[in-house]
């Protein structure tokens, strides 16, 4: 096959083996579009999952029906040929009304150099001509992620009367742990929509001083008690009225579950992949009735789904880059990597022979 019949795909054929294969391009057909990807952004959590061999698609078979992961046939299998969701892309060809040709847009079909969409099924955001591009992989997926958790922080107080994602959060005090990409997001999402105070909390200092390059504060959870500390700074409660956490560790959340004022919530945006010997049920959560609510991206807060579905998410995200994308671009986005380089790039990353903070793949 020719490079002009051909695409490149990132592909894990099994555990810690990642390569880039070429399939044949599907010719475009009445009703669909094509898009050459412009830049595909990694996801730390997910993706590297499946590079780990630590998904739990892996090993069980994923109910549906009645929402449980059963012992049997695992719902995935080597090789995964779909991997991440952060996509830009330019539509190269359009046999469809709903895009035009030469339009930028925001997707999440995985990593590849091109790919066949069709809009009655393959969802996709038109970006407006002032942004970036290379901010549009955050537009799709990852962002609404991030604004989906003040979402579920502002139902956790007004329930279906929400009004604006700033709901939970405005002129209130509010620690993020973990300041990966979706942390430092929804750092910055809290602290655009009113918050009177956002304490981020990482244990790298790389990673802590992006996000002091963003205008947010910083705590090292090494360099003493941070619960202490702030509980100590945040004596009305005491603690963080609203705590997200943001990072895959059992330890991360027993951290988080630390922060709250009594009768607070944590919402998890993380995803984890080991048990939780770490998390002391008994201590912080039982004594101060704290709540957690588990806010992915599958879903919005009960009541809230007509309002609020993804597309306006996206909108939000949108308007975040939009007011801070010169300093997301220039501090999150830690690097960006030749597309042929991927294979590399994400064993090194599973392997933790590389920390990124925001990694995107080019072309």
């Not at 490079?3 to 669909?32: H, M």
């Not at 630590?54 to 994923?62: C, G």
């Not at 770490?278 to 009541?303: D, M, S, W």
């Not at 309002?307 to 306006?312: F, K, P």
């Amino acid at each position: 096959m020719s490079a002009d019949t051909e695409d490149r795909v990132v592909v894990v054929s099994g555990p810690g083996t990642v390569e880039v294969q070429r399939v044949k391009r599907e010719p475009v057909r009445d009703g669909t579009f094509r898009v050459n990807t412009l830049y595909s952004g990694v996801s730390a959590g997910t993706e590297l999952s499946y590079v780990k061999g630590t998904n739990p698609y892996l090993s069980a078979s994923w109910d549906a029906a009645l929402g449980l992961f059963r012992p049997g046939e695992p719902s995935t299998v080597y090789p995964v040929t779909r991997l991440g969701y952060m996509e830009v892309g330019r539509v190269a060809e359009s046999a469809t009304p709903a895009v035009r040709e030469g339009a930028v847009v925001a997707m999440a079909y995985g990593h590849r150099t091109g790919y066949l969409a069709d809009p009655l099924t393959d969802r996709f955001v038109p970006l407006p001509p002032d942004l970036d591009p290379i901010l549009g992989v955050y537009v799709a997926h990852a962002g609404p992620i991030c604004a989906n958790g003040l979402l579920h922080a502002a139902a956790d107080l007004y329930g279906p009367g929400v009004r604006d994602l700033g709901d939970g959060i405005r002129g209130r005090r509010v620690a993020v742990v973990g300041a990966g990409l979706v942390g430092l997001l929804t750092a910055l999402f809290a602290s655009r929509h009113g918050a009177q105070e956002v304490v981020v909390l990482d244990e790298t200092s790389r990673r802590r001083a992006v996000a002091e390059a963003l205008g947010l504060a910083a705590l090292n959870p090494a360099g003493g008690d941070p619960a202490v500390a702030l509980k100590t700074r945040w004596r009305a409660g005491p603690g963080a009225d609203v705590v997200f956490q943001c990072r895959g560790r059992a330890a991360a959340l027993h951290l988080a579950l630390r922060l709250p004022r009594p009768q607070g919530t944590v919402i998890d945006l993380a995803f984890y992949q080991g048990g939780a010997d770490a998390v002391r049920l008994g201590e912080e959560f039982h004594h101060n009735g704290l709540a957690v609510r588990c806010a992915q991206i599958g879903r919005v807060p009960r009541g809230l789904s007509a309002a609020w579905d993804r597309d306006r998410l996206s909108a939000e995200t949108v308007a975040l880059l939009r007011e801070r994308g010169a300093a997301i671009r220039r501090h999150l986005v830690s690097a960006v990597v030749p597309f042929d380089e991927a294979p590399g790039l994400l064993t090194d990353l599973a392997a933790r022979r590389r920390q990124e903070v925001s990694t995107i793949l080019e072309g």
